[in-house]
Structures are given as structure tokens and as C-alpha cells.
């Protein structure tokens, strides 16, 4: 299992791999920068110009890293606010999100006591997955690179029961503050490997901003949204962080090791 923003966990074929291009990928990175530099600070304003290094370096990344990747398990991380039982059912398997597995979850939460019947009714039917199940579905998303709980991409999966799915188009307020106060934020640590779809491409370009940090380029590791589909077999939950551990407030930070300091 590898972290994508850090070198020091890539196997053996990967550094290897990115080592015969490592100037390749430094001077692409470092191109780009002063091209978005001067693009910014242009006066008149004037187009961003192209990078010279584009064309060797998409070559590198889809043709020789993007197959090494496809064949790899990363660590992705998981944002979501979750009651006890459903902790413990993810940790029996991921189940991917649905319009029926909504239902399921909140059917449950009405045999709880915890939402009345007619509540739960309301949340499902303002759900987007009402009008957008075929782009939301049979999926578990993840980041590629740890968020701090602040940061502003994940705050509300944190501090929302059912993440977009039951919230987003919610419009009774005060149904909306009940979804605020069910369960805890937690953030999941999984295993996953990188078949699906164009993950391992995705993934290839932390892999590269890092392998460029590394050579000394001013570039930071960003993560990427992926969906976790046809591999959701052979996923794993590794370790769940809760709000009030002192992992939960270190992700980020200080947790895991050697991560770098991301905050919103």
C-alpha cells in the first residue's frame, strides 16, 4: 500500500520508473509554475502559454507510470458523518452509495427513533439521487490525499448524517439541523487498489507532483475525488479516526507520518 504524496512509500518499480524521467518531470512543473506566474502577473492580461514539456511528459504519465499505478494499492481517505451500526457494517465491506441503500440507512434511523417516519420520507424524497441516481451511484468516492476536518472540501460530509445525498437539497431547516446532530464525524483510512475507470490516471498526477517536490520543484501534492466501483471487493477499511481522538484533529498535520500540513 502506498501514499501517493509520499515518495518514501512507492515500490520499487515506481521510483525506479520515475527516476529515468526525473528531469523531465522536474523542468515540466517548474515550467508550469512560471508560465501560471507570468499568465497572472501579465499587464495587459495575456493568455496562459503553453508548457514545452507537455508533450513528453502526458506521454510519460498515460503510457509508462499510468500502468504501474493500475496495478498498486493506495491509502485514500473517506469523509463521513456516522452512528455506531454504521461503522461497523462498513467495517464488514464498503457498500456503495444507491438510491435503495439511502432508503435502507434511513429506515434504520426510524427504527432507531431517531427520525420519524414521515422525516425519513421527506429526506428521501428531496434526495438528488431522485433525478441523479445514474451519476451518483455504485460508488464509494475518496480522496487521494489526507484533508485536514476543517478543510472546506470536507466539513460538511463531516458535519451532515448521509453526506449530499440526504442533505444537499433538503429545504426544511429544522429536519436539516436533526441530520446535523446524528452521529459523530468520522474520517476512514481504506486500502484500495487503482483499476477503476481512469483512478491510476488520476492518481499518476500526485504521484508526479510529489516525485517533483522531491527533485526540489516549488509544488505541492494535490489529491483528487475518485470512485471506488469494480474494486469495492477487494477494499478494505484499515482504521477509522472519530472526532475527539487526537488522530482525527492530526490528519493533515502530524498523522499519518511525514504527511504535509494541509488546513482549508
Not at 22 to 39: G, K
Not at 226 to 234: E, K, S, V
Amino acid at each position: 500500500m502506498i501514499d501517493l504524496w509520499d515518495p518514501h512509500t512507492f515500490s520499487t518499480e515506481l521510483v525506479s520508473t520515475l527516476t529515468a524521467e526525473s528531469q523531465l518531470i522536474f523542468d515540466y512543473h517548474s515550467e508550469a509554475r512560471r508560465l501560471m506566474d507570468e499568465h497572472l502577473n501579465s499587464s495587459p492580461y495575456q493568455r496562459l502559454k503553453p508548457n514545452r514539456f507537455s508533450a513528453d511528459f502526458l506521454s510519460f504519465q498515460e503510457y509508462e507510470l499510468t500502468p504501474i499505478l493500475a496495478g498498486a494499492r493506495i491509502r485514500a481517505w473517506h469523509y463521513a458523518r456516522l452512528l455506531e451500526h454504521e461503522v461497523d457494517a462498513m467495517q464488514q465491506g464498503l457498500v456503495p452509495s444507491s438510491l435503495g441503500f439511502l432508503k435502507k440507512r434511513l429506515h434504520d434511523l426510524v427504527v432507531m427513533d431517531l427520525l420519524s417516519r414521515e422525516e425519513a420520507d421527506k429526506v428521501f424524497q428531496e434526495s438528488p439521487f431522485q433525478s441523479q441516481e445514474g451519476i451518483r451511484s455504485g460508488a464509494v468516492w475518496i480522496v487521494t490525499v489526507p484533508l485536514h476536518y476543517c478543510d472546506t472540501g470536507v466539513s460538511s460530509l463531516l458535519g451532515n448524517w448521509g453526506g449530499e445525498s440526504a442533505y444537499f437539497w433538503l429545504f426544511d431547516k429544522a429536519l436539516a439541523m436533526k441530520l446535523r446532530n446524528l452521529g459523530i464525524s468520522r474520517i476512514l483510512e481504506i486500502e484500495t487498489a487503482l483499476s477503476d475507470g481512469l483512478n491510476a490516471f488520476k492518481a499518476s498526477s500526485t504521484v508526479l507532483e510529489a516525485w517533483a517536490k522531491k527533485q526540489g520543484a516549488l509544488v505541492v501534492p494535490t489529491g483528487f475525488d475518485i470512485a471506488i466501483t469494480n474494486c469495492l471487493g477487494t477494499a478494505k477499511l484499515v482504521r477509522v479516526h472519530t472526532e475527539g481522538e487526537c488522530t482525527f484533529e492530526a490528519i493533515a498535520k502530524t498523522y499519518p507520518e511525514g504527511v504535509r500540513e494541509k488546513t482549508s
